[in-house]
């Protein structure tokens, strides 16, 4: 099956592109948000190919990821929107963009957007996130905590930035993702390739998810598989993906601060911890069961028009 699909979310799209398909993503001189290409900084297989728009040709079905990529899809293809985000604005009544639509399916990455999100009448299925197990294992060795997330300086109180100086009074607090730079009483890592990013990761105490709103991020699951142990704000749909037994959740602050330093602490407790993580992650966040959902939707919705 020929796909097209924008190069968007790099961690998702490297997790997608494992499958059996041939993946037409647009390229484009500037290599800017509309014509990235193949990945630069995680590993795609030969089977992604970049072409400029106008010359990708005999697509099969189109994987859209923002409303503006509509337009630019051959007539006539069938369309899968893949929603990342949570919803913005009023919530719970945020109207998703392409609400009442007939000529596409919403595939939600999470359980929690599909029920936030008011997507009217069109159709609607979820998709739960897989991605490919990185390679580094959990030590735990350094008693410092481990943040990712991308521009937490402009996303502020959404990604809990404000929050992060509440963990340095535990251990050093290392950040590492995109628009981390000028963050005060931490230590960055500036867009760091993943490879590098994971190794540095598992040797970090614990893992902080911090995020106030936001879909499941990628990166606690792949902290999850190599066996980190997880302090996160009960919040969105990290209360489902990470079970009481595999870390510490709380919408209240100073019990995850307390639960930071009881990791530093006690370094057995932390491997307990993780260990469970890596076994809940590696069994619903797997890659084989996110490639298998998507082949079976993929089939579903080209199916009828052959």
Not at 168 to 178: E, L, Q
Not at 237 to 249: F, K, N, Q, S, W
Request: charged residues 25%; proline residues 7%.
């Amino acid at each position: 099956m020929n796909i097209l699909l924008w190069h968007v979310h790099g961690s998702w799209t490297t997790s997608f592109v494992q499958g059996k398909h041939r993946y037409l993503v647009p390229v484009n001189p500037a290599r800017d948000e509309w014509g990235r290409g193949r990945a630069r900084t995680f590993t795609w297989p030969d089977t992604v190919e970049e072409l400029p728009l106008d010359q990708i040709r005999d697509v099969d079905v189109a994987i859209a990821q923002r409303p503006g990529e509509l337009d630019l899809i051959p007539p006539h293809v069938p369309v899968i929107y893949v929603e990342h985000n949570t919803p913005k604005g009023d919530v719970p009544n945020t109207r998703h963009p392409l609400a009442d639509r007939d000529d596409v399916l919403i595939a939600h990455v999470t359980h929690f957007n599909e029920l936030f999100w008011d997507c009217g009448e069109t159709r609607t299925t979820v998709i739960e996130h897989g991605v490919v197990e990185p390679e580094a294992r959990w030590t735990g060795e350094l008693e410092r905590l481990a943040i990712v997330t991308n521009e937490p300086v402009r996303r502020g109180r959404v990604t809990g930035t404000d929050l992060f100086g509440r963990f340095t009074g535990v251990a050093p607090v290392d950040v590492f993702g995109m628009g981390v730079a000028g963050l005060p009483d931490v230590t960055v890592h500036d867009d760091p390739p993943q490879r590098e990013m994971h190794a540095a990761l598992a040797q970090r105490r614990a893992y902080l998810h911090l995020c106030r709103w936001t879909s499941l991020g990628l990166s606690l699951i792949e902290a999850m598989q190599m066996g980190m142990p997880v302090i996160a704000l009960a919040t969105t749909e990290a209360i489902a993906a990470v079970p009481p037994d595999a870390g510490v959740l709380s919408t209240r602050v100073g019990t995850l601060v307390e639960a930071a330093q009881w990791l530093i602490d006690e370094p057995d407790q932390a491997a307990r911890l993780g260990a469970r993580a890596r076994q809940v992650a590696l069994a619903r966040y797997g890659l084989d069961r996110f490639l298998a959902d998507w082949d079976r939707l993929l089939e579903e919705e080209t199916c009828g028009s052959r």
